[in-house]
């Protein structure tokens, strides 16, 4: 299978724990996107990446939040100090680049889900 | 903050009725798309529209974007147990590469 990959599926955590998710894109896309989603509500954006830059960041993250894609393939979200609020779905997208402007198309991996106890 | 609104927020209906689902903001999008998404997966892709009062159908699904570039519509036609999902929205603003996901639909159709 050469789509998105996202690991953990599920990971249950206790407040004040770290967290960390990582996303294997579709292998020849430069974009990479991180968006969370709560039950039943649209993804919120959270932060995108071209190649292994970090071009923007949504200003609703906290500080707690660091997203790294170090050599410009897979890429990871930490959560630090996990809170009940941060409880949701963390989905990731990658998309090519190069068809004009904006992102095109979002091929998204089946997420991320995290319960904070 | 979500700039796209869905509406309605649930719909539940009988296997063969036709329904509607609005997207609407005060912004004016490049382009929008269409989602949807099963439990426990990722959203798809079911369409993109890019022209002010185009008009694109997909089976029984039809999808129109605003003339203004601010909302756009999904009619569904005859629906199936298997249109069953969330369907979202989403607007790509100028001069951005990212999405903006809409509040979201869920459907639900009962044979």
């Known amino acids: 299978d050469t789509g998105v990959s996202q690991n953990p599926r599920h990971k249950i955590t206790k407040r004040g724990q770290n967290v960390t998710f990582r996303c294997d894109p579709i292998?020849?896309?430069?974009?990479l996107y991180w968006y969370r989603q709560t039950l039943g509500q649209g993804p919120e954006f959270l932060t995108y990446?071209?190649?292994?830059?970090?071009?923007?960041k949504s200003r609703l993250l906290s500080d707690r939040f660091s997203a790294e894609r170090p050599k410009g393939s897979f890429s990871t979200l930490e959560i630090q100090r996990t809170e009940q609020g941060d409880s949701a779905m963390y989905l990731c997208?990658?998309?090519?680049?190069?068809?004009?402007?904006?992102?095109?198309?979002?091929?998204f991996g089946e997420g991320s889900r995290l319960t904070v106890l | 903050t979500q700039l796209l609104e869905q509406s309605p927020q649930f719909l539940s209906i009988q296997e063969g009725e036709n329904l509607t689902v609005y997207c609407n903001s005060s912004?004016?999008?490049?382009?929008l798309q269409w989602y949807r998404q099963e439990p426990g997966e990722g959203p798809v892709l079911l369409v993109t529209?890019?022209?002010?009062?185009e008009v694109k159908k997909l089976k029984r699904l039809t999808f129109q974007f605003g003339d203004a570039r601010k909302d756009s519509s999904l009619h569904i036609t005859a629906a199936q147990p298997g249109d069953t999902g969330l369907y979202l929205c989403?607007?790509?603003?100028?001069?951005?590469?990212?999405?903006?996901f809409g509040t979201g639909t869920r459907l639900q159709v009962f044979p």
């Open positions: 997208a990658s998309s090519p680049s190069g068809r004009g402007p904006g992102p095109g198309e979002l091929f």
């Open positions: 292998s020849e896309h430069n974009r």
């Open positions: 990446f071209q190649n292994e830059a970090q071009l923007e």
């Open positions: 912004s004016v999008f490049s382009s």
């Open positions: 529209v890019v022209t002010g009062g």
């Open positions: 989403a607007g790509e603003s100028y001069n951005t590469d990212k999405l903006i």
